[in-house]
């Protein structure tokens, strides 16, 4: 979920951050593009909606002012809305041989500065609840904010054709790839593709949806 891009030479496989302190370092060096969740939050959800992401001297790059992974959770910490996503029990990231870790997802929470698991926190955040929310905040927020995401650029062009397209093809392989059909929970996302595989076109069902 780093923010940070990196250059690669590919023939002597040295790397360095993306910036102008180090680019005269890493000669016929390629531009790897990550693109994390948290890249695509501060790079092109966060402008087009009118947003600042907080940011920091980066003692890397001369003290100019640099977004991260870090900055975005205090942010979120200092502004919390009244259902706050915390990483899940079923997110890949933490799980151990395809079943859930709660000792691992409270390391990586620990790192963001979110709560462990328990009785509280599953509340919003257990696998159910987690993908049940999913569905029931960001299936509306992308859909009362389509015209303006469409006019956004995609991360990834090989994958979607605009932000909202890009937006809802994540918001749909997340749906899968968290396992929330097994919540008895439907995708909420219908997705055109051309003949490439990119997604062209989205359409969204908005109707709330439980795990019961």
Avoid: W
């Avoid at 079943?99 to 979110?114: F, H, I, S, V």
Wanted: contains cysteine; proline residues 7%.
């Amino acid at each position: 979920s780093v923010t940070t891009t990196y250059l690669l030479n590919p023939l002597t496989g040295q790397t360095a951050t993306d910036n102008g302190a180090y680019r005269g370092y890493v000669a016929g060096a390629t531009l790897l593009q990550g693109n994390s969740a948290n890249a695509v939050l501060d790079q092109y959800v966060d402008p087009i909606l009118g947003c600042t992401p907080f940011k920091a001297p980066d003692l890397s790059n001369f003290n100019a002012p640099a977004f991260s992974e870090a900055l975005d959770e205090i942010a979120a910490g200092a502004y919390q809305p009244k259902t706050a996503a915390l990483v899940p029990e079923n997110d890949k990231v933490v799980m151990d041989g395809g079943e859930p870790d709660p000792a691992k997802t409270d390391l990586y929470r620990e790192e963001l500065g979110q709560a462990p698991v328990s009785a509280v926190t599953d509340k919003s955040s257990s696998p159910a609840m987690y993908c049940q929310n999913l569905v029931d905040i960001q299936t509306p927020f992308l859909a009362a904010n389509q015209k303006l995401l469409v006019t956004g650029q995609s991360p990834v062009t090989a994958t979607a054709d605009n932000l909202l397209t890009f937006l809802a093809n994540d918001l749909s392989a997340s749906f899968t790839s968290l396992g929330c059909q097994q919540f008895h929970l439907t995708n909420p996302v219908t997705l055109k593709r051309n003949s490439a595989g990119v997604a062209i076109a989205a359409t969204f069902d908005t109707a709330v949806q439980t795990t019961l």
